[in-house]
Nanobody
Framework: QVQLVESGGGLVQPGGSLRLSCAAS????????WGWYRQAPGKQRELVATTTSGGTTNYADSVKGRFTISRDNAKNTVSLQMNNLKPEDTAVYYC??????????WGQGTQVTVTS
C-alpha cells in the first residue's frame, strides 16, 4: 500500500510564500509523475503543476512564474514552492503520484489560505 502525506499548508498574507511537501511511503520502486492539484470551495479540482521522472514540468497558467515544483527521486518526495500568493490561491492542495498510467495515489490534502 502506498501512502502520500502532505505538509506545509497554512495561513499566509497576499504576497507571501509557502512551501508544500509530499512524501510517499510504501512499496514504490520509482514514481513516474508527481503532481499537485487544488480544490477551492465550490469549484472543481484543478491541476497546479506536474513533474515527470524525465524532468518535464507543467504548470497551470494561473501559477506560472510564481510556483515551482521539484522532486527528490532518492527520497520519493515532491515539493511545491509557492511565491507571491494571491487570495485566489486559497484551496486544499493535493499531492498525487503515479508509477505508470494505471497506478496512482492521492494524498489527504493540505489547506492553504491566503488572506489579509
Amino acid at each position: 500500500q502506498v501512502q502520500l502525506v502532505e505538509s506545509g499548508g497554512g495561513l499566509v498574507q497576499p504576497g507571501g510564500s509557502l512551501r508544500l511537501s509530499c512524501a510517499a511511503s510504501g512499496s514504490i520502486l520509482s514514481i513516474f509523475r508527481w503532481g499537485w492539484y487544488r480544490q477551492a470551495p465550490g469549484k472543481q479540482r484543478e491541476l497546479v503543476a506536474t513533474t515527470t521522472s524525465g524532468g518535464t514540468t507543467n504548470y497551470a497558467d494561473s501559477v506560472k512564474g510564481r510556483f515551482t515544483i521539484s522532486r527528490d527521486n532518492a527520497k520519493n518526495t515532491v515539493s511545491l514552492q509557492m511565491n507571491n500568493l494571491k487570495p485566489e490561491d486559497t484551496a486544499v492542495y493535493y499531492c498525487t503520484a503515479a508509477v505508470d498510467s494505471l497506478r496512482s495515489w492521492w494524498g489527504q490534502g493540505t489547506q492553504v489560505t491566503v488572506t489579509s
